[in-house]
């Protein structure tokens, strides 16, 4: 018989008062393995913290997003938000499986052109397309999503020096029952703006007019905000035929489906529309617009949370254990906000990586950085976990790996499982040469011998 495992004593303050319907989330069962690979070999083979990304998770997301749409609708295209992970092998994952890539820079349009993305197939959206980027974009026959007036009065001068049509979009932002609303970003339908915009551009002899592009915002928890999206995007469409005799060729609806996380202070309580549901709205709207068969725009979607967020995991250590001066237990953890940014809006969902007991405390999880606002978890109820125990974060595929800051510690390696369970470093862990290698030392602070 192998020996126990030893565990603290501890003493557990008990106290009365409201819980929700769902109760306090408890996290006891351990997570031992990712697609077959044991956490504590990952842990000693790439350190701690380590994030690893499931290449069957983001296959399996995908091939599950794209078929909610294409049995609905005969015209489907996925363009892959860079913004949500633009790890090239990531991208190279989502450009394997057929998705187009959708960027919002210019070193992201680059990278899409590295990873082998034909320029035809790069949708290049934002509000900050500086000039030489939008030559590129002209030159690589791209789908420009125009943000403002400026940059459409821009393009049509890039255009002319050239001697080279661009194949535009505009960007509409509208009313969709959802505030407050994202209208900083496009053309605004109700007020007429989208309608000058395409004026301008049907009257352009250097813009051809493509297709029309929403994104309405990000967790969005309403098939009804997609279905009127749609529609609006389908009566511009139609307009366009009819009033310019211009055939739009698509309609973007942009991201911001739901992943599964659980969003700060809503318990888990929340019913979150399905893939389906969303396609059934969206499909649904843009069928019974009124465009003829032949006619029908393709479908393009930007989904990111979507596809990635459940493919990535974070694996920490504990570093210790404390008590507040209220009582309260405290964790602190390998891994803080900088390289959890989501935590700021997500309750991630944390599981021992080792056989725990049933014993649980309520913990207050920190990071750890020496900033107060390094705080993963206001309150989890964790099982007894030691210094030098590991936990799996769950879902945190999405964002975390883009929006990471090098703040104070440094970020750690990206592992991915391929579909045979092999692992590769897909990104390095930094070091002190990679951080300063862009730091230069005047003449007269150099150290003198
Ligand atoms: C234009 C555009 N498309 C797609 C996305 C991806 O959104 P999500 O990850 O919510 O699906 C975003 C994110 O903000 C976006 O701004």
């Known amino acids: ?57 983001i296959r399996h997301n995908y091939q599950f997003a794209v078929r909610a749409f294409a049995t609905r609708y005969p015209k489907v295209q996925y363009a892959w938000s860079y913004k949500t992970h633009y790890n090239n092998a990531i991208c190279r994952i989502f450009h394997q499986e057929g998705s187009w890539a959708e960027v919002v820079s210019g070193f992201e349009y680059q990278k899409a052109l590295n990873n082998g993305v034909p320029g035809s197939q790069i949708i290049f959206n934002g509000p900050d397309k500086q000039e030489s980027e939008l030559i ?16 459409l009065y821009l393009l049509s001068s890039i255009c002319n020096t050239l001697k080279k049509k661009a194949r535009v979009a505009i960007r509409v932002n509208m009313d969709t029952g959802i505030y407050p609303m994202w209208d900083r970003f496009g053309f ?32 969005m928890m309403s098939t009804n905000a997609y279905a009127i999206a749609a529609t609006k995007l389908s009566t511009l469409a139609l307009q366009c035929k009819k009033e310019f005799n211009i055939t739009v060729k698509y309609i973007d609806l942009g991201g911001g489906f739901p992943g599964t996380n659980i969003l700060r202070g809503t318990y888990g309580a929340v019913q979150l529309p399905t893939v389906d549901e969303f396609a059934e709205a969206i499909t649904h709207a843009i069928l019974q617009a009124g465009f003829p068969p032949a ?34 237990k405290a964790t602190i953890m390998d891994f803080g906000v900088n390289i959890m940014f989501t935590s700021f809006w997500y309750d991630h969902k944390i599981s021992p990586a080792q056989e725990v007991t049933s ?12 900033m107060n606002i390094d705080v993963i978890r206001e309150h989890v109820s964790l099982p007894l976990m030691n210094r030098g125990d590991h936990v799996v974060v769950h879902k ?54």
Not at 136 to 142: D, F, K, M
Not at 209 to 216: M, N, P, V
Not at 359 to 370: A, I, K, M, R, S
């Open 1 to 57: 018989m192998s020996k126990l495992k030893y565990e603290r004593p501890f003493i557990k303050k008990m106290s009365v008062g409201m819980l929700d319907k769902t109760g306090t989330q408890s996290e006891l069962t351990p997570v031992t393995t990712i697609d077959g690979i044991a956490v504590k070999e990952l842990i000693r083979k790439y350190g701690s913290p380590v994030f690893v990304m499931s290449e069957q998770q």
């Open 136 to 151: 590129l974009a002209v030159n690589h026959e791209s789908l420009i999503h125009i943000d403002h007036l400026e940059e």
């Open 188 to 219: 605004n339908y109700e007020n007429g703006q989208a309608w000058t915009a395409l004026q301008k551009i049907a009257a352009s002899e250097f813009l051809s007019l493509t297709g029309l592009h929403a994104h309405i915002g990000t967790y």
């Open 295 to 328: 006619d029908l725009p393709m479908l393009v979607l930007e989904s990111g949370r979507l596809l990635v967020d459940d493919a990535g995991y974070l694996l920490g250590t504990v570093l210790a254990n404390k008590k507040l001066s209220d009582g309260r």
């Open 359 to 370: 014993f649980q405390e309520d913990t207050v999880l920190y990071g750890p950085l020496c």
């Open 396 to 449: 945190v595929g999405a964002y975390n790996m883009t929006q990471w800051m090098q703040f104070i510690a440094m970020r750690p390696a990206i592992v991915l499982i391929d579909t045979n369970s092999n692992t590769h470093v897909i990104r390095q862990k930094e070091d002190l040469a990679y951080m300063e290698q862009l730091e230069q030392i005047p003449e007269h602070l150099t150290l003198k011998n």
